[in-house]
């Protein structure tokens, strides 16, 4: 009796093991990883696509995600999770892996953009109205604090009776469980720090007048905000805070007869590549060359119209630039190491941002106009491959989740 129940345990046994094994390898064949995928924001229909850019495909298409006119994406650590800051107010956290949305609030009435801790617990937006940064639970949304910011002077009033703050903009993620942000109306640039239970906020005022966007260098120790009112830019050393807000640039445009303005340049965009910062100039067909170790300009390459986005390939070796209207179907190249123009492109009406693979093999460029995304091989400048996409505008890929300021 005691042989044939061991019999029967050994065989309860394996038929558990080849079970499990099964389990395992139906298990495998619907795994999907997350390290080469993105999102891409479908602005004139409140929809996102999820992509695959190793095989450069289509994985789903998600709707229900509000006004996202003027929408970017930070990720979650593990990078599983997309939370998408809608131009409505609405705050939408995404499971790529699941392919739906995991949650979703509105968190206020205009917001402009996002950030996410160090840690990745906490997510920050930045609002236009009402005007401040509200910062969430990263898990459940739960909100977390509320920073309001500046009174407007006279008390001016919003349409709901509430009195009017200044629009928050350029928010960004800083080492030391930090956020940093800029205050358009008050001209103001403020910490928020989030390294202990009880946060602190560390103000600097008169930074120049009307800051319309920030950007953090990429090892997290500048902060940088430009300047809409007046000419040149605002920068802020984070490991020495204590010096203040320095003004670099301070001269440029003075003299010159500007064109006029039809999109002011994300500062999120430019290029840092060595020790040279890459920007574009504002109302100006040029690409101002900085020394990062002074902060002094020493070149301009000019180019084919006004520069939105002017980004670094991620081997620094190649700038690649984009334009607006109505030179936004252009792209153009210039070779970091001669600081010449190598290369012009033309995808097609509407391009209005780009995107590069983690190591810059390739990169994804949105053509809104024309309704398709277009990956070109960063070396040739050969189209590999198009998606269709409709209005497409910003693409983020997994890997910003674990860059600074991204």
């Known amino acids: 009796m005691k042989n044939k129940t061991n019999k029967m345990i050994a065989i309860a046994s394996c038929c558990i093991a080849l079970s499990g094994c099964s389990l ?31 095989n450069n495909e289509i994985l789903a298409e998600i709707d229900g995600l509000g ?3 003027h929408a970017s994406i930070v990720y979650s650590r593990d990078q599983r999770y997309a939370y998408v800051f809608g131009r ?15 949650k979703r609030i509105m968190q206020s009435g205009n917001s402009i953009g996002g950030a996410i801790s160090q840690d990745g617990k906490l997510v920050a937006v930045s609002n236009y109205t009402p005007g401040g940064v509200k910062v969430f639970n990263a898990e459940t949304l739960e909100l ?48 928020a720090d989030f390294s202990t239970p009880q946060y602190r906020v560390t103000k600097f005022t008169d930074i120049g007048r009307a800051p319309y966007d920030g950007l953090i260098s990429p090892d997290g120790r500048y902060y940088i905000a430009g300047l809409f009112g007046e000419d040149g830019m605002a920068l802020l050393d984070l490991w020495n805070i204590d010096q203040g807000v320095k003004r670099i640039l301070k001269d440029y445009g003075k003299g010159n007869k500007k064109l006029p303005v039809y999109k002011m340049p994300h500062l999120e965009g430019w290029a840092m590549a060595g020790d040279y910062a890459y920007i574009p100039a504002v109302g100006l067909h040029q690409v101002l060359v900085i020394d990062t170790k002074t902060w002094l300009q020493v070149d301009a390459i000019k180019v084919h119209g006004q520069p939105v986005f002017v980004m ?7 700038v690649w630039i984009n334009f607006a209207f109505p030179n936004n179907d252009t792209i153009q190249v210039i070779d970091t190491q001669s600081q010449q123009l190598t290369d012009t492109l033309t995808p097609g009406q509407g391009v209005l941002h780009m995107e590069f693979t983690p190591r810059g093999e390739n990169v994804w460029l949105s053509v809104r106009d024309e309704g398709k995304i277009q990956i070109y091989h960063t070396q040739s400048k050969k189209l590999l491959k198009e998606l269709p996409s409709s209005s497409p505008s910003g693409i983020f890929f997994t890997n910003r989740a674990h860059q600074i300021g991204l």
């Open 24 to 54: 395992l390898s139906g298990n495998a064949q619907t795994l999907r990883a997350t390290g080469d995928m993105g999102v891409v924001i479908e602005r004139a229909t409140g929809q996102v696509q999820i992509v695959n850019h190793s």
């Open 67 to 69: 006004d996202l006119s």
């Open 88 to 102: 409505d107010g609405g705050l939408t956290k995404i499971d790529i892996l699941k392919d739906q949305i995991a």
């Open 312 to 318: 670094a390939q991620p081997d620094n070796r190649q």
């Open 144 to 191: 977390v604090a509320d920073i309001k910011a500046t009174t407007l002077i006279g008390h001016q009033k919003n349409k709901d009776g509430s009195i009017k703050r200044s629009k928050v903009v350029g928010l960004v993620d800083a080492p030391n469980q930090r956020f940093v942000f800029s205050l358009f109306d008050s001209d103001e640039i403020w910490i």
